[in-house]
């Protein structure tokens, strides 16, 4: 079992950074594949960025291409995502999430309903 707890949300002016965090409980964390998702009020929850389990590979939605960083630390069992160059549409409260998939090495997925264990979410707003 994984329990993941997000932090670094806030209120933020555009053009700011924001680091988010996502700490994990349980040492099958380092063996996952993890994601950021983001839900904004009255719309679907999207993926915002996936990271393989080693880390060596991420992807990111065309939305925040250039401005997020996803990262893992699997010795910290921290997951990261530097937001840089925010804008107004980037408010929503943004969720981490770890598929239970040991060392899976296929492509990152951008499905939510493909990730097993979820954050409580952590709110962002981008003030313009």
């Known amino acids: 079992q994984v329990q993941l707890v997000e932090s670094g949300g806030g209120l933020v002016q555009a053009g700011d950074s924001l680091r988010l965090s996502c700490a994990a409980s349980g040492r099958a964390f380092s063996t996952y594949p993890m994601g950021w998702f983001r839900q904004a009020p009255g719309k679907e929850r999207e993926s915002v960025a996936g990271i393989s389990w080693s880390g060596a590979r991420t992807s990111y939605a065309d939305s925040v291409k250039g401005r997020f960083t996803i990262s893992k630390d699997n010795a910290k069992n921290t997951a990261y995502l530097q937001m840089n160059s925010l804008k107004p549409e980037d408010t929503a409260v943004y969720y981490c999430?770890?598929?239970?998939?040991?060392?899976?090495?296929?492509?990152?997925?951008?499905?939510?309903?493909?990730?097993?264990?979820w954050g409580q979410g952590t709110q962002v707003t981008v003030s313009s």
């Open positions: 999430a770890a598929q239970r998939r040991p060392y899976y090495g296929g492509t990152i997925s951008k499905m939510w309903d493909e990730y097993d264990y």
